[in-house]
């Protein structure tokens, strides 16, 4: 079923033109943007802080029209084209929303789920490489738009790459010195390696973004292990199993707090706390939050852009402690 937007472009209740940074008035980019299914229901804190923090940076993202699941996994069989026009479907709303706007809007439509990024490039890469399977498809879709091939697909923290991390730095109104942050990538933001936003075995953007907002970065080799996926589904144990060593390695190591780019990660590891705690009694929670959640607090936004209230995890007592957020 194709989700209905309230709005066409929808900006944080945190924020209003009026409370924006000079700075961010002018040089600002507008791109489309595809949230995904999560994000408009368990995962909306990561919408909320994602708008609310790129608002700031100048970066204005435009929700896509009738947008769809992105068909969230990418079938393995080369010949299996109906696995594909899900994903591009939501390519040629993008195609077609460029098409009819009369501004200046980049041909990249950004993601913030590492799952809905992995499935879009997967579909735009293979469609570019076959074109008998992209004209197949495209008479297929008889009452879409023929696909042309020229959408790229960016995740948002490549995007935040490519301007500066200073450019962020230069936003941190709430430093999150002596906070320890690691970060997580798990599968689908990194592999395969012609999908991924960085290097799969030594990636550090995240590790830049968390220098950036002036927190200190606790590495861990579990950061690329899997989570599980939806494992979780029907074997939720097993999963457990995944989160106890993935979040204890980081607490080994000194980390305070997980950030990742994923609902279903976060799910895994943050709502499978309890399930830990169930195998191993003597586990203490660790928060996990969005990357964007993180940076939202390193800007001093507000609690309508944190939406820490949908975490598992309430990161609300260890940022007090440490004084990073205003006691409620």
Same mark, same amino acid.
């Given at each position: ?113 590492? =799952? ?36 790229? +697909? ?103 707090? +997980? ?60 940022? =007090? ?8």
């Amino acid at each position: 079923m194709t989700p209905t937007t309230q709005d066409e472009k929808r900006r944080s209740p945190a924020l209003d033109d009026s409370s924006q940074p000079l700075s961010t008035q002018s040089s600002r980019s507008t791109f489309p943007y595809y949230p995904g299914c999560t994000l408009k229901t368990t995962a909306q804190n990561f919408e909320d802080s994602a708008l609310a923090t790129t608002a700031i940076l100048g970066i204005d993202l435009v929700e896509i029209p009738r947008w769809n699941c992105c068909g969230v996994v990418s079938s393995l069989v080369e010949n299996d084209r109906m696995h594909h026009v899900a994903p591009l479907r939501n390519i040629i709303r993008t195609q077609d929303m460029i098409a009819e706007r009369d501004d200046e809007i980049e041909s990249r439509l950004v993601t913030l789920c590492s =799952m809905c990024t992995n499935t879009l490039r997967r579909t735009n890469l293979f469609l570019r490489q076959n074109p008998e399977d992209l004209e197949a498809i495209n008479d297929y879709m008889s009452l879409e738009n023929n696909y042309e091939g020229d959408i790229e +697909i960016v995740h948002l923290l490549e995007i935040l790459r490519e301007r500066g991390f200073d450019a962020v730095a230069d936003k941190v109104s709430n430093s999150l010195e002596g906070l320890k942050v690691a970060p997580y990538y798990g599968c689908m933001l990194l592999r395969p390696k012609d999908i991924g936003i960085d290097d799969p075995e030594n990636p550090t953007i995240q590790e830049d973004l968390i220098e950036a907002l002036r927190a200190t970065v606790i590495d861990t080799p579990y950061k690329k292990m899997c989570c599980g996926s939806y494992q979780t589904v029907q074997d939720r144990y097993a999963v457990a199993e995944l989160a106890y060593d993935i979040l204890t390695h980081a607490q080994r190591e000194g980390a305070e707090v +997980i950030v990742t780019a994923c609902p279903l990660c976060a799910f895994n590891l943050d709502d499978r706390q309890k399930e830990v705690r169930e195998r191993y009694p003597e586990f203490k929670s660790i928060p996990v939050l969005y990357f964007t959640q993180l940076i939202a607090l390193a800007f001093g936004l507000g609690e309508d852009a944190l939406g820490f209230e949908l975490n598992s995890v309430d990161p609300r007592p260890l940022l =007090m402690a440490k004084g990073l957020l205003a006691p409620r």
